[in-house]
């Protein structure tokens, strides 16, 4: 049995810790936060006093972490733990981050002699806790193929987007269109509320017709119209605001390095920038439904 070390257990890592446990692998876990690591030794992993001491026996090691600064800190450099591997380590960082610093880790960890994917993901907290996740991969086939087997315990669709950073540069035009679409349906969804239609008729005539698209589909910006999805929990869990800002940002500055026409995506940035500053930090992104609905 493969030992896997798993460094980050937020609201992503927690859920996707979990469920490589419930597939009965051997799974060693590390976070700064003691009650995630305390839940996830309830459900059968060891736990460990560093990462260090995580990765040291492990043959797969998995990180889910904030941002480009903290995956970094985590491999880079002289505290880094890319040198207290295994020498046949396969590591797989499935944080969001910039397409230049997945590359740049991906190729020390490579110029070490281990194998390296930037696996980003889709599909939210609800994936990660359902196990239907969207793994996004940069690196090479042999990385890529080690890979495959472990992240299907976590994910439902797996798909290898190109070389070291093709995963985050395809998660974030994702995402990106994601903003664009759901800024794009509260606003339909609200002007036929306000001339008097029923949003769940609605919704189900746009569902039929030329404008369907995911977020009609599965996750429903009004409140009342789906259940089980955060805009009927008062957007509670789910995608916060301030992680689409987030991946907004890095999705503008590769617009920028590329020389990429991206007007649309600059006004939802515009919009989801707004709307945090107005207090939905926390919120779900679905929750910009109430930017517009807010105001008559």
Same mark, same amino acid.
């Given at each position: 049995? /493969?030992?896997?070390?798993?460094?980050?257990?937020?609201?992503?890592?927690?859920?996707?810790?979990?469920?490589?446990?419930?597939?009965?692998?051997?799974?060693?876990?590390?976070?700064?936060?003691?009650?995630?690591?305390?839940?996830?030794?309830?459900?059968?992993?060891?736990?460990?006093?560093?990462?260090?001491?995580?990765?040291?026996?492990?043959?797969?090691?998995?990180?889910?972490?904030?941002?480009?600064?903290?995956?970094?800190?985590?491999?880079?450099?002289?505290?880094?733990?890319?040198?207290?591997?295994?020498?046949?380590?396969?590591?797989?960082?499935?944080?969001?981050?910039?397409?230049?610093?997945?590359?740049?880790?991906?190729?020390?960890?490579?110029?070490?002699?281990?194998?390296?994917?930037?696996?980003?993901?889709?599909?939210?907290?609800?994936?990660?806790?359902?196990?239907?996740?969207?793994?996004?991969?940069?690196?090479?086939?042999?990385?890529?193929?080690?890979?495959?087997?472990?992240?299907?315990?976590?994910?439902?669709?797996?798909?290898?987007?190109?070389?070291?950073?093709?995963?985050?540069?395809?998660?974030?035009?994702? !995402?990106?269109?994601?903003?664009?679409?759901?800024?794009?349906?509260?606003?339909?969804? /609200?002007?036929?509320?306000?001339?008097?239609?029923?949003?769940?008729?609605?919704?189900?005539?746009?569902?039929?017709?030329?404008?369907?698209?995911?977020?009609?589909?599965?996750?429903?910006?009004?409140?009342?119209?789906?259940?089980?999805?955060?805009?009927?929990?008062?957007?509670?869990?789910?995608?916060?605001?301030?992680?689409? !800002?987030?991946?907004?940002?890095?999705?503008?500055?590769?617009?920028?390095?590329?020389?990429?026409?991206?007007?649309?995506?600059?006004?939802?940035?515009?919009?989801?920038?707004?709307?945090?500053?107005?207090?939905?930090?926390?919120?779900?992104?679905?929750?910009?439904?109430?930017?517009?609905?807010?105001?008559?």
């Amino acid at each position: 049995m /493969q030992k896997i070390a798993f460094i980050g257990l937020g609201n992503m890592g927690g859920p996707m810790a979990a469920n490589l446990l419930s597939a009965g692998c051997d799974v060693t876990v590390f976070d700064l936060v003691p009650a995630a690591v305390e839940a996830a030794c309830e459900k059968g992993a060891k736990s460990a006093a560093s990462a260090h001491e995580a990765v040291a026996q492990a043959d797969v090691i998995i990180s889910m972490l904030p941002a480009a600064h903290h995956v970094k800190s985590l491999y880079l450099g002289e505290k880094g733990i890319i040198d207290h591997t295994q020498p046949h380590a396969l590591i797989i960082d499935s944080s969001t981050i910039d397409s230049a610093s997945a590359t740049e880790v991906g190729k020390a960890v490579e110029a070490a002699g281990r194998h390296f994917v930037d696996a980003p993901v889709s599909g939210g907290t609800a994936g990660a806790a359902a196990g239907t996740l969207t793994f996004i991969m940069g690196g090479t086939e042999e990385a890529v193929a080690l890979a495959r087997p472990v992240l299907a315990h976590m994910g439902k669709n797996i798909f290898h987007a190109g070389p070291l950073g093709a995963g985050q540069v395809a998660k974030i035009c994702n !995402n990106m269109l994601l903003a664009v679409l759901m800024a794009g349906t509260s606003e339909a969804l /609200q002007m036929a509320v306000d001339n008097g239609l029923d949003p769940k008729v609605i919704s189900e005539i746009m569902l039929q017709s030329s404008g369907s698209n995911w977020t009609l589909q599965k996750y429903n910006p009004c409140p009342g119209v789906m259940e089980n999805v955060p805009s009927s929990n008062d957007y509670k869990g789910g995608f916060m605001v301030k992680l689409m !800002n987030k991946d907004l940002t890095l999705a503008m500055n590769a617009a920028a390095q590329s020389g990429s026409a991206t007007p649309m995506a600059s006004l939802a940035q515009s919009l989801y920038r707004l709307h945090q500053s107005n207090g939905f930090d926390d919120k779900d992104f679905s929750s910009i439904f109430s930017m517009y609905s807010s105001k008559k």
